[in-house]
């Protein structure tokens, strides 16, 4: 909770605006979708900040504070700035309230076709939101299943581990397998 409200009161501070890009989701685990959603969504907005808002509830055996050691890891292979933060209620919450305390950037929020509606509140409201406007993300490499991969990791699958970048190196990946248990 403090490192949320520690970066609110950080951005809220900044006098020159950023484009910043919000990409919430559950992220159990974060997989290399994710990954290449949130490259996607850099380069569409040209941004120079990004922020990743996990979901605080397990999903199976994987936990929010293992998908946050995950991101840790992808962040440094992406090219600016990222953090990484477990939602204190709901990341579409988190979206929500990082928007209306930051109305001096240009915020972009990431959202997949299906998670569209969720954000309609900004469209209904785009002269209050005029800052704020939603990426619809095309799916990455087909659309990977999140219980597929869960599944895969609880089961100790020889390819449990399709789900990390291509990008991501053999020393990483290897600290991905001990955060999973799969070393």
């Not at 403090?2 to 685990?29: D, H, N």
């Not at 579409?92 to 305390?101: I, Q």
């Not at 209904?124 to 993300?137: A, L």
């Not at 990390?164 to 991905?176: H, L, T, W």
Request: charged share 25%.
């Amino acid at each position: 909770m403090k490192q949320f409200a520690s970066l609110y009161k950080t951005l809220l501070e900044e006098a020159t605006p950023k484009r910043v890009v919000l990409l919430p989701g559950g992220f159990k685990p974060p997989h290399k979708g994710h990954f290449k959603a949130l490259e996607y969504l850099i380069n569409d907005a040209n941004a120079e900040q990004a922020i990743v808002y996990i979901g605080k509830s397990p999903r199976d055996e994987i936990t929010s504070d293992q998908s946050l050691a995950i991101w840790n890891i992808y962040k440094n292979y992406i090219t600016i700035p990222v953090d990484v933060i477990v939602s204190p209620v709901t990341p579409v919450k988190s979206v929500y309230e990082f928007c209306d305390l930051n109305p001096q950037h240009v915020i972009f929020v990431g959202a997949g076709e299906e998670d569209q509606d969720r954000f309609s509140y900004f469209q209904k409201n785009k002269e209050k939101y005029s800052y704020v406007s939603i990426v619809s993300i095309p799916p990455q490499f087909g659309r990977i299943s999140g219980t597929e991969t869960r599944n895969k990791i609880m089961d100790k699958s020889p390819d449990a581990l399709h789900f990390i970048p291509d990008e991501i190196s053999e020393a990483d990946s290897d600290k991905i397998k001990k955060i999973l248990g799969l070393d």
